[in-house]
Every structure is written in structure tokens, then in C-alpha cells.
């Protein structure tokens, strides 16, 4: 029987967890030559049972997550339950806790400050990982060495080593359900893309572009409020947030605001550009990235460590070359297109034309597609998780085409603050300076 959150019963539970739990203090990540872990037991799922999932890290992300499950279990979309939500913060657990009960759930939900006793959960299949990237690929390794499914918000990891370490995490547990969240790969335009790519339809492929822009009077992602409330020692653990980076001083800004900071974030091209390169990864097959140059910088939002203006070249091994511009001070971006021998794709979410090349006009029709309205594709990506985990189908946004976006994401970052090119060896897995 379930037990009712009333409005009672949801304070008088988050500070018991919160008092009762004791803080995360980790201070290193873990050395990538240690052995990659394996799960010896992973939760079965019965097909009349709901999925039950845990959320770590309840900030806004995290706490929409927490809405959108319950509200796909209210309209019969699915059958999931929150049952778990952890974060460091205790005001962001309270806060996250009652948006569960105002959405409609009407079961125990379990507040944790310490993400691994959500893990040691036997009951949840699956766990959704919100936290700032600099903790993605820890978590996502001990979620899946606890026999857990897990979709990690993007970017998959802040740095390409543990990319590369979470890739052999994953080959080592096959069975593993592991999602990343970039949902523009649910839109039909881009599987129609890689279809007529695949059929060779528009010859070889030989460059692309696409672009993420937009722009704001004050400054990106300064709409993130800091909360008077958060008191580091009393009801926020400054210190397991910084976790695998090891501790620098408290910084309400850095707390709210972490994608403004190099230390914790690429910026513009993991937190926007993944969107698009992700999908167009997809569609085009092209292998792993080879050699990645950028240039950009700080051109109107100086307060921002990160940049404002990126802009990228990409080759790869499949002989492509792809062009990216990233931008939060002008909202004018590139056309998403695929430049072929014989015609060209214009992908815009549901929608693709394709255009001949003049010289292959008649051999080539003009074609146009529109794919049904997949309305939210974040809902629509939350749904394929959950269904790979009744099906255990290998999802679309998964490691590998993570790890490959991670290259570009990594190799881009490096480039921008370190003004070199850089050379990935898809062979050794090494990067290399030009």
C-alpha cells in the first residue's frame, strides 16, 4: 500500500532524511587505470509492475524530470513512479519533494543527501542523473555498477577521460541501459536524415552545419536565482557539490551559476551546441571525430568566464567536415543543413528538404518530409528510456555516440582556451596537440 505525501507528512520526512543522513565527501575522482566495475545483480522488471525511479540532483532540471515521470503516470503515458530524489541541498530536496506531491503523487518518496544510499535501493530499476556535469561520469558508473538504468543529463561527462572511462564502463555491462539527454535525436527530421544519408540518396556526404544561438539583455543563465536559504554546514553540503574537482571556497554564483565557470562547465558547447551536434552525429555516421579546432571568446557578456561566442570545425574520420557556431549574444544561427555530392539535406526538427545539386538535377528529385509532431522531445526521449528498460533495446542517445560527441565537446573546449588544434586517434583513443 502506498503511503500519501501529505503536506504533513512531506516536512516531517525531509527533515528527518535530512538530519539523519550523513553529508558526501569525495575527494577525487576515480583513477582511470582502476577496475572498470561490474554489476552482479540488476532488479528485475515485471511487466504488470511500475518502473521505479530514483532523480539525483533536484534543481530545476532535475525537478521537471521529477514532474514530467508523474505526470506521464497520471495521463497513462506510463507506468513509472518517483520514488527517490537526492541532492546536497536540503532546501532544494524540500522544494523538490512537494513539486512531487502538488503534480500528483500520491506514494512514499525517499529524500537522500547522499546519492549512494539512493543506489543501495534494491526496489528502483533506474536512476536520472541532474547534477552539474562535473559529476556526471561518477555517478553514472556507480549507478550502473548497482545494477541500475540511467539517463545523465548532457553532456555526458565534463572531460573527455571520463568519457572515455564511462564508454568501457558501459561495453563492461552490457545489459546496462544508459541514456544521455539529448533529446533533438527524437525528432523525425534527423531519422529521416539518417535514412536517405545511409541509402546514399544525396552521394557522399562531404560537410555540414549546424548552429545553437540565442541572446539576452543581462547575461546567460543569470535567470538561475541564488536562494537566501542555501546555508554551506548547515543545510547545503558545499563540499560533496564540489566533489571530484576537490574544494575551492563557497560561491553562491558558482552554486547557481556553475555553467558560467570554466572549472565546471564548457559552456556554450556542452551545455547548447551538444543538441545539435548529437543528432547530426546521428544521422550522418561519419565515425569519430579526428582533428577540432575553435576560436570564439568574450564579446559583449565579460562576466562570463566561459565564452560567449564559439564557433568550430570538425573533421572526421569518414572523411566530413563539420561546421558548428555557438552563440548567447546573438540569436542568429546557421541553418541546419548536410552538404552531399549529389544533394543537400535542410533538417529543421520534424521537417527535411532535400535539394539536388544543380548538376545532378535530373537525376535527383527535390523531397520534401514532415514527420508527425512529436510535441515535447524530451518527453518523447524519457519515454524510449523507459521503454529500452522494459525491453532492454539499446537506446538511440547512448555511450558510444556520446563518447564521440564528448571528442568534439572536449577537444573544442581545450582549443578555445589553449588556441591550438588538437588530433584524436580513434585507434589508441589519444589526443595529441598541432
Known amino acids: 500500500m502506498t503511503d500519501p505525501l501529505t503536506r504533513r507528512a512531506f516536512l516531517a520526512r525531509t527533515a528527518a532524511a535530512a538530519g539523519a543522513l550523513a553529508a558526501l565527501h569525495v575527494d577525487s575522482p576515480a583513477a582511470e587505470a582502476a577496475p572498470v566495475p561490474r554489476a552482479h545483480t540488476r532488479p528485475t522488471i515485471r511487466p504488470d509492475e511500475p518502473l521505479r525511479i530514483g532523480v539525483i540532483g533536484t534543481g530545476g532540471m532535475g525537478t521537471e524530470h521529477c514532474r514530467a515521470f508523474i505526470r506521464m503516470a497520471k495521463d497513462g503515458r506510463a507506468d513509472v513512479q518517483v520514488v527517490a530524489v537526492s541532492d546536497v541541498c536540503e532546501p532544494r530536496l524540500h522544494s523538490a519533494l512537494e513539486a512531487c506531491m502538488k503534480t500528483g503523487a500520491d506514494y512514499t518518496i525517499h529524500a ?230 549529389r544533394a543537400n539535406l535542410y533538417i529543421d526538427g520534424r521537417r527535411l528538404t532535400l535539394r539536388p545539386e544543380r548538376i545532378y538535377a535530373e537525376e535527383v528529385e527535390e523531397y520534401t518530409f514532415e514527420g508527425p509532431d512529436v510535441g515535447n522531445p524530451q518527453d518523447v526521449l524519457r519515454l524510449h528510456w523507459l521503454e529500452c528498460m522494459r525491453t532492454r533495446e539499446k537506446p538511440v542517445s547512448d555511450v558510444e555516440l556520446g563518447t564521440r560527441v564528448m571528442v568534439v565537446v572536449d577537444l573544442a573546449t581545450r582549443s578555445l582556451w589553449e588556441g591550438k588544434a588538437f588530433e584524436f586517434d580513434p585507434a589508441t583513443m589519444k589526443v595529441r596537440a598541432l
Not at 561518477?138 to 572515455?164: C, F, H, I, S
Not at 540565442?214 to 546555508?231: C, F, H, M, T, V
Open 112 to 341: 537522500y543527501r547522499d546519492y549512494r544510499q539512493l543506489l543501495t535501493d534494491p526496489s528502483i530499476h533506474g536512476v536520472l542523473i541532474a547534477t552539474p556535469e562535473h559529476w556526471h561520469a561518477k555517478m553514472v558508473e556507480d549507478a550502473v555498477a548497482a545494477g541500475k538504468d540511467v539517463y545523465v543529463e548532457k553532456p555526458m561527462t565534463l572531460r573527455l577521460p571520463e568519457a572515455l572511462r564511462l564508454r568501457e564502463v558501459v561495453r563492461a555491462n552490457p545489459d546496462a541501459i544508459v541514456v544521455v539527454g539529448t533529446q533533438y535525436t527524437m525528432y523525425p527530421g534527423y531519422k529521416e536524415a539518417q535514412r536517405l544519408i545511409a541509402e546514399g540518396t544525396i552521394g557522399k556526404p562531404v560537410w555540414s552545419q549546424t548552429s545553437y544561438c540565442r541572446n539576452s539583455k543581462d547575461g546567460e543563465w543569470l535567470y538561475y536565482e541564488i536562494d537566501p536559504e542555501w546555508k554551506p554546514g548547515v543545510n547545503l553540503d558545499w563540499r560533496a557539490w564540489c566533489g571530484p574537482l576537490g574544494e575551492a571556497p563557497w560561491d553562491p554564483e558558482v552554486y547557481a551559476r556553475w555553467r558560467r565557470y570554466r572549472r565546471y562547465s564548457t559552456g556554450i558547447i556542452g551545455d547548447l551546441l551538444v543538441h545539435r551536434i548529437t543528432p547530426l552525429l546521428m544521422a550522418l555516421d561519419v565515425g569519430w571525430p579526428t582533428r577540432v579546432v575553435a576560436s570564439g571568446g568574450h564579446y559583449v557578456d565579460k562576466a562570463m568566464e566561459n565564452h560567449d561566442q564559439v564557433n568550430i570545425n570538425v573533421e572526421f574520420e569518414g572523411e566530413h567536415t563539420m561546421i558548428v557556431a555557438g552563440s548567447t549574444s546573438n540569436e542568429v544561427g546557421l541553418e541546419t543543413m548536410v552538404r552531399g555530392h
